[in-house]
């Protein structure tokens, strides 16, 4: 069985609404804000300097190691926002609650700014995609920068395979095959073995 | 949204995100390539890492434990390859780390991997790196066939 996740404009303004406002509580006294109830302090940045935590550790380590440590972040960040999104709805059948709690990954990246996306999800395959047709908020800030000769997303790949695999139960790694940081038309991030020839190792 | 802190290998984050296991084959041809560092006088334990840092392979008691040395192997040969570039001397050829209590060796085992080995003090580090240098090569037509 084969699913696909989109949102409508009126949907994405609606989720905008709902995550980067009505979840986000205000502490006056800290200045600083809490989202869903999490303890983790929550706040608004540029989506620049994420990639700037990029561009600067691969000057130094290289592209590899900075795109597995960003990835590692991301992932983190997507595991953790689907382990709050799935405490706030618990509904239905296990199986539905997982692809429901996937289905959500459109709602968060959209509702949070950081790009309206597309999510496919073949059962028998196992294979999944999230495609950002206008782009990830991060490969848009990348594509400001200059032109990039490799993709500019690892934080945004390593969040969407921490939300798929917690939602899930699955284990997928994902990569990033086209970003508007360097050229492509779109950000699209697709699930694929972890040991394969990549394109881009080969120098 | 939730943030989140970025660790390297950290304790808390899933194994599978930074040990991968190789198909069957290719991970006995990998042990059978190894096989020859643990009888070198010394050895300690060695990984086999994919570029940016996932463990493909490794001796140590605990994937936890290569984790975080295939996360810093595959920085400081990112590093040199910076460095290289940098200063106009080409590509690194093997790294090599003298520590108050240990050696590391590195090695890129193609385009795709790293071999890093930790040896004790006193070790033959001249005889280490011949190994070595023969075993990335295995390592690295091993990778190929996948």
Known sequence: MKHRFAMSDEESQAQFQLVSKDLLEHNVKQGVNYWAGSPYPTMLLWAGRVYDFLRVMEEIVGFYPAHRQSYLVGYRSGTDGAAVSESIETKGSKKAARTRLLASGTSITAGAGWGRCIIEYDEDSGKAVWEFPEGTAIGLAARLEGARTKPACPFIAGFVAGWTNRSLGVELEFEETKCVGRGDDRCFFESVAFLHAKKEYVE | ?146
């Open chain 2, 1 to 146: 949204m939730p943030a989140s802190v970025g660790r390297t290998a950290s304790i808390s984050d899933p194994v599978h995100v930074v040990v991968v296991k190789a198909p069957q084959g290719i991970e006995e041809r990998l042990r059978e390539a190894m096989e020859p560092l643990r009888k070198v006088h010394g050895f300690v334990s060695a990984a086999v890492t994919r570029r940016d840092g996932l463990v493909i392979h490794h001796t140590f008691p605990t994937a936890r434990a290569a984790a975080g040395l295939s996360a810093m192997a595959a920085a400081m040969v990112g590093a040199s390859r910076a460095t290289g570039a940098e200063l106009g001397i080409g590509l690194p050829e093997y790294g090599f780390f003298y520590f108050q209590d240990g050696i590391l060796v590195i090695k890129d085992a193609g385009p795709q991997a790293i071999l890093a080995c930790l040896l004790e003090l006193g070790s033959n580090i001249g005889y280490v790196i011949t190994r070595i240098s023969r075993i990335s090569e295995q390592v690295r037509e091993t990778l190929e066939d996948l």
